[in-house]
Each structure stands twice: as structure tokens, then as C-alpha cells.
């Protein structure tokens, strides 16, 4: 399948708003009820339109020849990859890797990547060559740090 990444814009915010529902209530619905869930989807990611319209962050927005399935948000200076989301339709297909591996692109040469992950999203992270370094709270949610090792 075509992968296509590129800088997110204004117009993309409501569909990549949509791939963050979707993600999110993958990730939870078997270990939640659905009120939990609907609160864990109104917390997360709701600073996207601010992000896009930062200069001080990236937005990337994956995407195959007819849709958007993912987002990611790194911040260049820090290297804190600061959301990455893709479509459960189309996890564990490589766009997710391809998206991260876009990311870390654009961290400047002397920071390393790091980001802060939720449990269920702690073995992509591990895969894509990152460390895990510590614990976390993603959103309220248990999480890990992780670091991009340096032999990456």
C-alpha cells in the first residue's frame, strides 16, 4: 500500500480528530466501560489544533492514497514525540513505524527522541529501537518513559 507523510493543516484536524477517537477506543474498550472510555477520548489529544498552528511543533499526518490513518506530533527542540495515532484499520501495517521514523527526522542532530507512552503502546515503541526508562501518566492513564536508543 502507497504511503504518503506530510505536514498536517488546519483542514486535516477534523479527520485526524476521528483517527484519535478511533485509536483510543481500541486501545481501551475491553478494559473500560464506555462512560470510562468516552472520558478517556474527551482528555486525550485535544490540543491538536493548537499543535498544527505551532511552529514550535510537527504535525505529520500519514495517509494512503484515499484517506488519513494516523497523526504523530513531535516537538523538534526536545525530541518528545508527543502523540502518535493511527487507525486501527490500518495498525500493524508499518504506518505507524514510517510515522515515528518521520518524526524522529525531525529532531534536532543533538537530541535524542524520547517519548512518553501508554502501557497498551509501550512494545511499538520498544520495536521502533526505543528504551524504557521510567513510569509515567499518560493522560491519567499508566504509562512508561522511553528513550530512542543510541546505537539506533
Known amino acids: 500500500m502507497d504511503v504518503r507523510i506530510r505536514e498536517a493543516t488546519p483542514g486535516d484536524v ?7 477517537r478511533q485509536a483510543v ?7 473500560y466501560d464506555a462512560d470510562e472510555v ?12 493548537a499543535r498544527v498552528a505551532d ?3 510537527t504535525v505529520l499526518v500519514v495517509e494512503t492514497e484515499v484517506t488519513a490513518v494516523g497523526y504523530g506530533i513531535v516537538d523538534p527542540a526536545t525530541g518528545e514525540v508527543q502523540s502518535l495515532f493511527v487507525s486501527p484499520d490500518y495498525q500493524c501495517e508499518g ?7 518521520r518524526l524522529q ?18 512494545d511499538f515503541f520498544e520495536t521502533q529501537g526505543y528504551e524504557v526508562t521510567g513510569d509515567a501518566e499518560w493522560y491519567g492513564l499508566p504509562a512508561a518513559t522511553l ?6
Do not use: M, N, W
Open 38 to 49: 468516552a472520558d478517556i477520548v474527551a482528555r486525550v489529544g485535544g490540543e491538536l489544533q
Open 25 to 31: 477506543e481500541a486501545a481501551y474498550r475491553d478494559s
Open 147 to 152: 528513550r530512542r536508543s543510541a546505537d539506533r
Open 95 to 101: 504506518f505507524g513505524g514510517e510515522l515515528l521514523s
Open 105 to 122: 527526522d525531525r529532531v534536532e542532530e543533538s537530541t535524542t527522541p524520547r517519548a512518553v507512552a501508554p502501557d497498551h503502546a509501550v
Open 55 to 57: 511552529d514550535s511543533s
Open 14 to 20: 477534523p479527520a485526524l480528530t476521528i483517527v484519535r
